[in-house]
Nanobody, 123 residues
Framework: VQLQACGGGLVQAGGSLRLSCAASGRTFSNYAMGWFRQAPGKEREFVAAISWGGGNTAYADSVKGRFTISRDNAKNTVYLQMNSLKPEDTAVYYC?????????????????WGQGTLVTVSS
């Protein structure tokens, strides 16, 4: 699976962004999808995950209630709607694909990764 993330940018605190990740190469609906982020000098961390059909989702505590993950299998795309953004949300955001929906918070669980898109939240 090839993954292409986009939608990052510069936004003021309290603002919103929607990230998109388009998949190609394999049957998209066979993969659970996740979003991760990596801030400068920090390890990559889990943000959100969604199961194959979208019926199950999971979020990191730090984004729960502010971010929403969704997918459109007809468009081979997963989204991350980010509201009420904070400066600490500043990071490169990565989408990833996993043939299972089990240990979705673990970086090593995922089979394919996109290239990342930078989100910068100013205070």
């Amino acid at each position: 699976v090839q993954l292409q993330a986009c939608g990052g940018g510069l936004v003021q605190a309290g603002g919103s962004l929607r990230l998109s990740c388009a998949a190609s190469g394999r049957t998209f609906s066979n993969y659970a999808m996740g979003w991760f982020r990596q801030a400068p000098g920090k390890e990559r961390e889990f943000v959100a995950a969604i199961s194959w059909g979208g019926g199950n989702t999971a979020y990191a505590d730090s984004v729960k209630g502010r971010f929403t993950i969704s997918r459109d299998n007809a468009k081979n795309t997963v989204y991350l709607q980010m509201n009420s953004l904070k400066p600490e949300d500043t990071a490169v955001y990565y989408c990833a694909a996993d043939r299972r929906y089990s240990d979705y918070e673990r970086v090593g669980e995922y089979d394919y990764w996109g290239q990342g898109t930078l989100v910068t939240v100013s205070s």
